[in-house]
């Protein structure tokens, strides 16, 4: 049956159209109407990622990354294969070409980018949003990292197992206080990126496959990194779209889990972004004594860490990918592209002040 309706849409250009445009208009007026797009984010796309999820867990390999490479190689080379060998008119080649990529377009927002319109933190959770005060932000970097030198263990090895266990375990927990899904599987199926080498140049540690509903990790990860970027990666395959609210999500995962290396790994996720901003916001004396008061330990891990990922990068490809994902970002809701990284700070110290209430 399946054949029979591919064969049709081939066969009949009029209806593929038709059943594209149909398409296309739904996936707009889920972005512009907030009603469908909360339909869409708490109702369909679970039962999409539930399905997708298990199909793309079959494989042992990421099928996304495959599909991706697969697609551009295809959309660069087809035209000069249509040209050369088929004899196509080029008016031709690129209406297919341009078709091709219209369906992929629609399919990203079905399968997962449509998320994107889905409210934001704040308006799911009803935590209201809390504005910087000097004395506020004092009070979140100061027991954030006596949090941070308190939870300090060395983390030597990865196991994936008890990492898989307690992400999903706290995720269940935390789904409906913190306004995310639950995972759609008990032992969701994480795959190590394909093409991990090149992945390291761009400095990027993971991934949300949103076309088979998959998340992906880079096969370089360090020990340490390698629970949060776990949570992280699968906030986005429960529907978070925000980069900010994945590392908030990832970091009330693995704080609160039981096992010691997993707790100081949500807290280490984060150490950049404190220090960015409490070096942006707090006088260069206070700034110092709060450098200070950071375990000399955890400041070696921070720098070996960042030596780690500081040899595998490429300036020039990295630049060259920073700006397309901060377009990309731009291009979906997300007004501070790239930036919105370091936002997760100003998540936590709302959700601090709400829970003092």
């Given amino acids: 049956m399946l054949t029979d309706f591919i064969q049709m849409m081939k066969n009949k250009p009029n209806v593929r ?29 679970p039962l999409i990622s539930y399905v997708l999820s298990f199909f793309s867990g079959l494989f042992p390999f990421a099928i996304g990354d495959l599909f991706i490479f697969l697609s551009i190689t295809g959309v660069i080379v087809y035209p000069f294969y249509a ?3 088929k004899k196509l008119p080029w008016k031709k080649i690129l209406l297919r070409d341009g078709e091709y990529l219209l369906w992929i377009y629609v399919w990203f927002y079905l399968a997962w980018g449509l998320n994107y319109s889905q409210k934001n933190f704040y308006q799911r959770t009803e935590i209201p949003y809390t504005a910087y005060t000097p004395e506020i932000f004092q009070e979140f970097v100061d027991d954030y990292i006596t949090q941070l030198n308190r939870s300090y263990t060395p983390v030597n090895s990865i196991n994936q197992d008890l990492i898989r266990e307690e992400t999903v375990r706290i995720y269940h927990q935390l789904s409906d206080s913190l306004g995310v899904n639950r995972p759609p599987h008990e032992h969701p199926r994480v795959k190590t990126m394909l093409f991990t080498p090149f992945i390291s140049m761009v400095g990027v540690t993971g991934s949300m496959g949103p076309f088979f509903c998959e998340f992906t990790l880079n096969g370089d990860l360090l020990p340490v990194n390698y629970p949060a970027t ?20 990832a970091y009330q995962i693995c704080t609160r889990s039981e096992a010691m290396g997993i707790r100081f790994s949500g807290y280490f996720s984060i150490l950049g972004h404190v220090l960015g901003n409490a070096q942006r916001l707090l006088p260069e004396e206070k700034y110092t004594r709060l450098f200070k008061r950071i375990r000399p ?61």
């Fill in 17 to 45: 159209y038709v059943a594209l445009g149909a398409l296309l208009i739904l996936v707009w007026l889920t972005q512009w109407i907030p009603a469908l797009a909360t339909i869409y984010s708490q109702t369909i796309y």
């Fill in 83 to 85: 040209r050369l060998r």
């Fill in 230 to 249: 776990y949570a992280h990666e699968l906030a986005h395959l429960l529907g978070i779209t925000s980069e900010a609210e994945a590392n908030f999500y």
């Fill in 297 to 357: 330990e955890i400041i070696e891990l921070a720098k070996n860490n960042q030596a780690y990922w500081a040899a595998k990068y490429s300036p020039v490809v990295g630049a060259v990918q920073d700006w397309i994902y901060d377009l990309y970002l731009k291009g979906n809701k997300i007004e501070s592209g790239r930036q919105n990284y370091s936002e997760v700070v100003g998540l936590l110290i709302s959700y601090q002040e709400w829970k003092k209430k």
